[in-house]
């Protein structure tokens, strides 16, 4: 394992749909959502801190739906319940700045169908240090395309949790796309700078 060395000037930290409906689903492993969103303001507030692009990514949909992926699938996700009108808002710990990147996606991974790319390009940004709800498929999604799009990839293995496949993710994928280390870890590399 290399260290971990971060220039913020280059860096954004990528907080993957810390909203509100998201952080209320039940079934999170191995840590809970809310221990999930304090370690994503203790990155966030480091990566402020040192000058580095704070981006907050949120999923959602039109009021009708239609703009929802509607491939065919042997396990279509579910849902029978109309979410709260407040669903997709961001989680107001976040603390949201003007200068932050807003981005709004329509499925998994934060890159396709969302100018995420344009907005990381135009700002110099080269690495992306990722976390967020859920391990094995929004930020999974967006990890290999920030890899696929030539991003060095950092990924807060407990600033994020999953439904079921969370050690895979870690184990056997994440290594493979990018550095995987601890919030503390990152913390302390972009306070190095």
Same mark, same amino acid.
């Given at each position: 394992?290399?260290?971990?060395?971060?220039?913020?000037? &280059? !860096?954004?930290? @990528? @907080?993957?749909?810390?909203?509100?409906?998201?952080?209320?689903?039940?079934?999170?492993?191995?840590?809970?959502?809310?221990? @999930?969103?304090?370690?994503?303001?203790?990155?966030?507030?480091?990566?402020?801190?040192?000058?580095?692009?704070? @981006?907050?990514?949120?999923?959602?949909?039109?009021?009708?739906? /239609?703009?929802?992926?509607?491939?065919?699938?042997?396990?279509? #996700?579910?849902?029978?319940?109309?979410?709260?009108?407040? #669903?997709?808002?961001?989680?107001?710990?976040?603390?949201?700045?003007?200068?932050?990147?807003?981005?709004? $996606? =329509?499925? #998994?991974?934060?890159?396709?169908? &969302?100018?995420?790319?344009?907005?990381?390009?135009?700002?110099?940004?080269?690495?992306?240090?990722?976390?967020?709800?859920? &391990?094995?498929?929004?930020?999974?999604?967006?990890? /290999?395309?920030? %890899?696929? %799009?030539?991003?060095?990839?950092?990924?807060? %293995?407990?600033?994020? &949790?999953?439904?079921?496949? %969370?050690?895979?993710?870690?184990?056997?994928?994440?290594?493979?796309?990018?550095?995987? =280390?601890? !919030?503390?870890?990152?913390? $302390?590399?972009?306070?190095?700078?």
């Amino acid at each position: 394992m290399s260290d971990l060395n971060l220039d913020p000037s &280059t !860096t954004a930290v @990528v @907080v993957i749909d810390l909203q509100k409906g998201i952080l209320s689903m039940p079934g999170s492993s191995p840590y809970t959502p809310q221990e @999930v969103l304090a370690r994503a303001v203790q990155l966030l507030d480091a990566g402020r801190a040192a000058g580095a692009q704070a @981006v907050l990514v949120r999923v959602g949909r039109s009021p009708d739906g /239609r703009d929802a992926l509607q491939t065919p699938v042997d396990n279509p #996700w579910r849902s029978t319940a109309t979410p709260p009108p407040d #669903w997709a808002e961001l989680h107001p710990d976040l603390n949201p700045q003007p200068g932050d990147v807003l981005i709004l $996606k =329509r499925q #998994w991974g934060a890159f396709y169908g &969302t100018d995420l790319d344009l907005q990381l390009r135009r700002r110099g940004i080269r690495t992306v240090i990722l976390c967020g709800i859920a &391990t094995e498929f929004g930020v999974e999604s967006t990890a /290999r395309a920030a %890899h696929e %799009h030539g991003y060095a990839v950092v990924l807060a %293995h407990d600033a994020m &949790t999953g439904r079921n496949a %969370h050690q895979n993710s870690i184990q056997n994928i994440f290594p493979l796309l990018g550095r995987v =280390r601890s !919030t503390e870890q990152i913390v $302390k590399a972009l306070g190095k700078a």
